[in-house]
């Protein structure tokens, strides 16, 4: 007779059991790890974007980085809304607030209201508060605003989730040039 006995089959078990209990860390270090790189990826990409209208159509394109807020009077824009929270004010004459749990970042064209794109980063740490930069018609950067100005230019830090070990922090650099780069570990 051909086929596999009931001790055969147990102890494949037993070794897929185990192999996936040394899996299981690793593999939501690899999902935190991917998802902190995604986080840095979409502000890389709404930078270049922002940088590359800039110079496409010769105007000025600010890119506003927002914090997270409890008890913030106007409502973001569309893109930014996932996980909103509102209130009823009772103490300011019943004026509607709101709270957002992760960062936003908006583009439009400096001095307008004009939306050209706006997204959520859930893992930016630093700067702490709220910045913009603004991409010139040449494609440079004016980046006066950005809290964190190092003589490389203005860093963004994307941290991991502060219950998840064995991940580093993911640093990008933009530069006055307008330019982003990865910041060397």
Not at 6 to 23: F, G, N, R, S
Not at 53 to 79: C, K, S
Not at 98 to 105: F, I, K, L, Q
Not at 136 to 165: K, M, Q
Request: with cysteine; hydrophobic share 40%; aromatic share 6%.
């Amino acid at each position: 007779m051909r086929g596999f006995t009931l001790v055969e089959l147990l102890v494949t078990l037993a070794i897929a059991a185990i192999l996936a209990a040394l899996v299981a860390p690793a593999w939501s270090t690899l999902l935190a790890r991917q998802r902190l790189n995604a986080d840095a990826n979409a502000a890389v990409s709404a930078l270049a974007l922002a940088r590359s209208d800039a110079i496409r159509l010769h105007r000025n394109v600010e890119v506003e980085f927002m914090p997270p807020a409890v008890n913030r009077a106007e409502r973001r824009p569309e893109g930014c809304r996932d996980g909103e929270t509102s209130l009823t004010d009772v103490t300011n004459e019943e004026k509607e607030r709101y709270g957002y749990a992760s960062w936003c970042y908006r583009l439009a064209w400096q001095g307008s209201n004009e939306l050209i794109r706006a997204g959520q980063l859930k893992y930016l740490s630093k700067p702490s508060k709220n910045f913009s930069l603004v991409f010139e018609p040449l494609g440079t950067a004016n980046i006066d605003d950005c809290p964190t100005i190092t003589p490389d230019g203005c860093r963004l830090v994307f941290s991991p989730p502060e219950d998840i070990s064995g991940v580093n922090d993911e640093k990008r650099l933009v530069n006055v040039t307008g330019s982003v780069r990865r910041e060397a570990r």
